[in-house]
Every structure is written in C-alpha cells, then in structure tokens.
C-alpha cells in the first residue's frame, strides 16, 4: 500500500539556518505530493503540494520537488525563522486516502 | 481560511463516562475524517464520511462511534472514556471531487482530551 516515510526526530536549528526535512514514499500509480504544517494548538494546514514528477512546491519560501526516481519530496528553506517551528507532516494521497508520515518537529532557536 | 470548528478545545474527564467530541464544518464539503494524535505527533485515521448516513472505520481500531446525519456535522463519541483514550483528536474535511490537486483536507484546531 502507500506510505510516506520522514527521516527520525527533530529538527533544532538557529534563526537563518538551512532547513531540510526528508521525505521519501511508496505509492502505485502517480500519486500527488504534500507538506503539511501543525503550529503549536492548532490544527494541520496545507504548505504546499506537487502534482507530478518535477512539479516544484512553494509557499511561504518552503519548497519541495517531486521526484519520481529517488520517490522523494523533500522540504527545504533557506532561511528559518523563529515563526516556522512547528510540527511538519509528509503526506501522499493515492487509492483515494491520505497517507501521512509521522511528522518532525521544528524547533528554530533565536 | 476553512470553517470547521471542533468543540471543546479541551477537556478532562473521569474515567466511565460517555463524551462527544462534536466537528462541524461550513464549507458544504461531502467528505469528513477523524485522525487521533498520539504523544508523538503520528496521526492515525480512525474513522471517515463521504456523505450522510455514510461512516467507515479507518486505519487505527477505535472504541468510538460516529455519525453522520447532517452533512456539515460529524460528532465522535466515547461510551465509556478510559485512560488509554487519552489523545488528540483531530477533525478534516474535503470537497467531493476526492482530494484533487486543489481540494486537500481541511482540519479543525483539535480537540485534547485527557481521561484520570
């Protein structure tokens, strides 16, 4: 079936570091692609998503490229600030549900 | 900005007694889930909707129940609340035309529940 799977434990990083968060999946047929982002007692919002292999993501200077030959869709910014910690899911949609990976925590330190 | 509000925000609750979470949403969409959150951020969908009178398990075995009787209510109950309950719990929404490329879920703020 499919799966989504997000590299272990969290990520801590200094204000204006390089974020990479990986993610890697598991899919028959031509999945769509996305990152989701939980701020502290919130719900899951949408961050971006990609549709196709080599579709590129983006939103709020995240980025991600779909890409079918390592199956990987990984998150990256430039430049984090404190407001991007938060909890970061990976998720696939294939087969009609929504398969999530488990999320990593963000923690960006001033 | 998606409408779908969860009641309450936060609640703690003996043990044995009958709650409902309650999940409504505005936006007129078919399709509602519910995904626990364990301690770990992992989400595990237990139950899902594609309409009235429309309810399935999901991946996670859940000792609650659901209904569907209105479309833009979706309420979760517990019969008898146990510690092993205590958890997120998360609500979605999504427009009929399946998650495509424009149409991903759309969740509510959550509710945290702690059963003593």
């Known amino acids: 079936g499919n799966s989504v799977t997000q590299m272990e434990g969290p990520v801590t990083l200094s204000e204006e570091a390089f974020l990479t968060i990986n993610c890697t999946y598991t899919?028959?047929?031509?999945?769509?692609l996305f990152w989701y982002v939980q701020y502290p007692g919130e719900g899951l919002q949408l961050l971006l998503k990609?549709?196709?292999?080599?579709d590129k993501g983006s939103n709020k200077g995240f980025e991600a490229t779909y890409r079918k030959e390592t199956t990987s869709f990984h998150l990256e910014k430039g430049s984090v600030q404190v407001s991007d910690s938060a909890v970061y899911f990976c998720?696939?949609?294939?087969?009609?549900?929504?398969?999530f990976g488990k999320g990593n925590q963000v923690v960006v330190i001033p | 900005e998606a409408d779908i509000y969860q009641t309450p925000r936060y609640l703690v609750i003996g043990t044995g007694k009958k709650i409902t979470l309650e999940c409504s949403q505005t936006?007129?969409?078919?399709?509602m889930y519910w995904y626990q959150q364990d301690p770990g951020m992992e989400l595990h969908l237990i139950h899902y909707?594609?309409?009235?009178?429309?309810?399935e398990k999901g991946d996670l075995s859940s000792e609650s129940t659901v209904s569907r009787i209105r479309t833009e209510h979706f309420p979760l109950t517990l019969e008898s609340a146990r510690p092993s309950h205590t958890s997120q719990y998360l609500c979605?929404?999504?427009?009929?035309?399946?998650?495509?490329?424009?149409?991903?879920?759309?969740f509510g703020n959550g509710t945290r529940l702690t059963v003593t």
């Open positions: 899919a028959t047929g031509y999945p769509s």
């Open positions: 990609a549709t196709k292999a080599d």
């Open positions: 909707s594609y309409g009235v009178n429309s309810t």
């Open positions: 979605a929404s999504s427009p009929r035309d399946s998650l495509s490329y424009n149409s991903p879920l759309h």
């Open positions: 998720a696939l949609y294939g087969n009609n549900r929504l398969a």
């Open positions: 936006m007129g969409h078919d399709k």
